[in-house]
């Protein structure tokens, strides 16, 4: 009776408290480091009361192996059933929980992208009075593109062509799962490589990353496949074309993976690739050449790119839009301009020790929805991907935030990969030391802290973000030729969803050649708003705001009279020079 017991007394004592302490589980997300206070009480809450219920679950189903009927699907039946499961449960987080909107500023940048390709460019002419069009996540110069690297894009503009950007994540979320499967039972067997499997199935992470529009779930699936190339390779079981087939695909999948998101590709991919050429050398296999061919292939077009966007193959956009925002002012990038000393803090130590510490407290928490997400790392054993892993942590410590805390600590997503793979290990470490029944009867403890504790609390909060999003695009949905100018930042979250937070600052992005029913502009002056209007022969312009009540506006730009109605909020220098 302790295991109900204990079981019963978490479930109550979570519940009763966030009731009363966060007024019905309302966090106050929107932070890039440490956690903000509400946040820190309810992951407090999830360790004690978690800790509770892992407890009481462990004592209620221990004396079963309860996850022998792991083995018993076919590999064909299990990966259909997985493959499936991760698919569907993507697409209810895009559509169900983020009802589709793009809850970051990031996101946009990524479609403009792939809007951009489809044009067949990389780069579009410079939009008249650039300032109306300038986002945290552009770069305005000789040309407009985004200011991330266009792997994502390219990737996700078959999806954007077909008018179903949405279902880009899920799918690729979707195809990781068939390579995943692969290298955990590699590592773990199949009994504990396929509960690994479900860990991350059901993980909030990755699966929160796969509803959104960012590109690490595209990066974590170049990377899986690169891994489980690498270990085909490694394996000398291939023969013929099929082993020329897996090099080619391990130089194929880490070149997705490099254009997507370089440092993460290069930091815990490389391990894996230092691996595959060590044993390509030892073992003299001339056959590790097929992997130069597509290498060689992405990293011109990589390097043609970057010539093509910022006038020289070595200066990435990611650069270049850094030093953009700095010549603009970091205006509708920062509230104001930030210091040279604030740009430079992860080049301290101190600073990337503490970003560490904050991140591994989040990613703890967020990784699998547990109060332990390590717990398993103890007993695992395996160089290589422990290489991988702490090449991933280093990656993290150097840049300039954790990321921010909607989905986790988003620039720790890569590390997904080795931590899924480690924890694999572990599982099967553990099983060894303490019997296959009580490593089960852990492990869906803690699964039952986080379906019941974690993901109603945080899905229900990303859920009011993705509203909160939603309320100004709605205003707008029945516009035709039109040019609509937004304030900044964008929604009115500050009284709408308080104290929970949102960093999507930024209105949407318009269409890089300036088309379809609605073009998307900064407010800034009602004399500057009208001469942009000018431009768009044949579209009505329109003043889109919110009052102190919270409460949207959409109103004719022709019909608000010459001073009254204030310049826009531009933040960074705040300089108007020229849009007076």
């Known amino acids: 009776m302790l295991g109900p017991l204990l079981l019963l007394i978490g479930l109550i004592g979570f519940v009763q408290s966030g009731l009363v302490a966060l007024d019905g589980f309302v966090l106050d997300l929107g932070e890039l480091d440490w956690p903000a206070p509400r946040h820190r009480v309810f992951l407090l809450m999830v360790g004690l009361y978690g800790g509770l219920v892992a407890a009481g679950g462990t004592l209620a189903l221990r004396g079963r192996d309860w996850l022998a009927a792991l083995e018993q699907p ?47 460019r990389v780069s579009a002419p410079p939009p008249p009075l650039p300032l109306h069009f300038a986002h945290p996540m552009v770069v305005i110069t000789e040309g407009w593109h985004p200011a991330y690297f266009l792997g994502f894009p390219a990737l996700l503009a078959p999806f954007v062509a077909l008018g179903v950007g949405g279902l880009a994540n899920p799918v690729l979320a979707a195809l990781t799962i068939p390579g995943l499967s692969s290298v955990l039972e590699e590592v773990a067997g199949r009994r504990w490589g396929r ?73 815990i991919g490389g391990p894996l690739l230092v691996a595959w050429g060590v044993d390509a050398v030892q073992r003299r296999d001339l056959r ?67 970003q560490t510490a904050a991140g591994l407290l989040r990613l703890n928490f967020a990784a699998f929805g547990w109060p332990c997400s390590f717990l398993f790392l103890a007993f695992a054993r395996n160089r290589l991907w422990w290489a991988a892993m702490i090449g991933g942590l280093a990656g993290a410590a150097l840049v300039l935030d954790v990321g921010f805390d909607t989905f986790g600590p988003v620039h720790y997503s890569e590390v997904m990969l080795p931590l899924i793979v480690l924890t694999a290990l572990g599982l099967a470490g553990a099983a060894r030391r303490h019997g296959d029944q009580t490593t089960g009867a ?38 035709d030729d039109a040019v609509v100018f937004a304030m900044w930042p964008f929604s009115a979250q500050n009284c709408d969803i308080a104290p929970t937070r949102h960093l999507r600052l930024a209105r949407p992005l318009p269409h890089p050649d300036l088309v379809g029913p609605v073009v998307w502009a900064n407010h800034i002056t009602l004399p500057s708003d009208r001469r942009l209007v000018q431009t768009f022969p044949g579209r009505t312009g329109y003043l889109l705001f919110y009052d102190t009540h919270c409460d949207f506006q959409l109103v004719p730009l022709d019909s608000v009279p010459d001073g009254e109605f204030p310049a826009g909020f531009v933040g960074g220098n705040g300089d108007l020079s020229g849009y007076e």
């Open 442 to 479: 852990v492990l869906l403890g803690l699964f039952l802290v986080s379906l019941a504790l974690y993901w109603p609390v945080r899905a229900a909060n990303a859920h009011r973000i993705a509203g909160s999003v939603e309320r100004p695009i709605a205003h707008v949905e029945d516009l």
């Open 74 to 120: 076919s590999d064909r039946a299990w990966l259909w059933a997985t493959t499936g499961g991760a698919l569907l449960l993507a697409l209810a987080v895009h559509y169900g929980v983020l009802g589709g909107m793009a809850i970051t500023d990031d996101e946009p940048a990524y479609r403009f992208g792939a809007e951009l390709l489809l044009t067949g």
């Open 195 to 267: 509960a690994a499997l479900l860990v991350w199935v059901l993980a909030p992470m990755p699966l929160f990353l796969a509803g959104t529009g960012l590109s690490h779930t595209a990066c974590l699936c170049a990377l899986t496949w690169t891994a489980w190339a690498v270990a085909r390779t490694r394996s000398g079981g291939l023969q013929g074309r099929h082993a020329l087939a897996a090099h080619g695909l391990a130089g194929l999948a880490f070149s997705v993976a490099f254009f997507v998101r370089p440092v993460s590709a290069l930091l």
């Open 288 to 354: 590790a050449g097929a992997a130069a061919g597509p290498a060689l292939m992405l990293a011109t077009l990589f390097l043609a790119v970057n010539a093509i966007q910022n006038g020289s193959p070595w200066l990435p956009s990611y650069v270049a839009g850094a030093d953009y925002h700095a010549a603009n002012g970091f205006r509708f990038v920062m509230p104001s301009a930030p210091d040279a000393a604030v740009l430079a803090v992860a080049l301290s130590p101190v600073a990337a020790l503490e």
